[in-house]
């Protein structure tokens, strides 16, 4: 079955990137130039799905000026002559049809997927987390849409964390079933590191059947207090086969100000405006 939608969990607080996100979105905040979920919705829509539900909540409203039109500022645009400008302003309310619901409480991310139900309806979906971005030749979720297509069930994006970073995620366990594609045995939200029952954590990207919705109704507050996306999972788990695919790319945590840090120097290297003089200042500076 086409997976035609994805939803894209915008509610939450941002507190490990206070103050910065006092009062502005932290899924606004710029990596080199554009906003985080702007490289969500860009990945959904290359992977091919049609439709965004974004799951935002109150003082969010940047998100959705960001992808609505801005007649004035084109006009400013167009006098200036700043032409380049103003082709990426005009093309980011084309990117996608985007959907809002709204999230009253952030009662976690489990939750959040729920909110999204009546606008996903009983058709499989994807999930993409902004936080997590992934610079892939194949982007990430389309990796997993292959994988999708080739077993059936959900499938989860997974990578080896270290030891000392393993409780800061989801943590499966499973059996492999190809190079890069897992079975699914049991998974785990933030264990203690002793606990992990593998090195293979969660990372932001799924593609969930429409039964987490019953699963997610049936499932109360886990790991610290919030419902999870995790514990749903890992109820659905008991009904159908799930796979993980530990995609090919490099993914960043964008959600700490460190993890920001790293992808910014790394994808502003790649970029072709800027990539050249930063290497340099970089070599000056180490
Ligand atoms: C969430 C999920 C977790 C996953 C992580 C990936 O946690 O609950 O299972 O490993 O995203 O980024 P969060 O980072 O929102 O605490």
């Not at 939608?5 to 103050?19: D, E, H, M, S, Y």
């Not at 039109?69 to 990117?95: A, D, H, N, T």
């Not at 293979?200 to 997610?216: C, E, K, S, T």
Request: include cysteine; glycine fraction near 8%; charge should be neutral.
């Amino acid at each position: 079955m086409k997976i035609r939608k994805v939803v894209i969990p915008a509610a939450g607080w941002g507190t490990r990137f206070l103050p910065a996100t006092k009062a502005v979105p932290k899924e606004m905040l710029p990596l080199v130039g554009k906003p985080l979920i702007q490289y969500a919705v860009e990945e959904a829509m290359t992977s091919g799905i049609e439709q965004v539900v974004a799951v935002t909540a109150v003082g969010k409203e940047a998100i959705r000026e960001h992808f609505s039109r801005s007649p004035e500022l084109e006009r400013v645009l167009e006098q200036k002559g700043k032409m380049r400008l103003l082709e990426q302003v005009r093309l980011i309310p084309e990117l996608a049809d985007i959907r809002y619901v709204y999230q009253k409480e952030q009662l976690g991310l489990g939750h959040a997927v729920l909110m999204a139900e009546n606008v996903v309806g009983d058709e499989p979906f994807a999930v993409i987390l902004p936080d997590d971005v992934i610079d892939a030749e194949v982007p990430a979720l389309k990796q997993m849409l292959e994988v999708y297509h080739q077993y059936g069930g959900s499938v989860i994006a997974v990578e080896r964390v270290s030891k000392e970073n393993i409780s800061g995620y989801g943590v499966i366990k499973a059996e492999k079933v190809s190079q890069n594609v897992y079975r699914i045995l049991d998974m785990v939200e933030k264990p203690k590191p002793q606990d992990a029952p593998s090195d293979l954590g969660i990372v932001g990207r799924y593609i969930i059947n429409p039964q987490i919705f019953d699963a997610l109704h049936k499932t109360h507050s886990g790991a610290v207090g919030e419902i999870q996306l995790t514990d749903g999972l890992k109820r659905l788990l008991k009904e159908q086969p799930m796979y993980a695919c530990e995609f090919e790319g490099v993914r960043y945590d964008t959600g700490t100000p460190q993890g920001m840090l790293k992808a910014s120097v790394s994808l502003g290297l790649k970029d072709p405006d800027i990539g050249t003089e930063l290497r340099k200042y970089l070599r000056c500076l180490i």
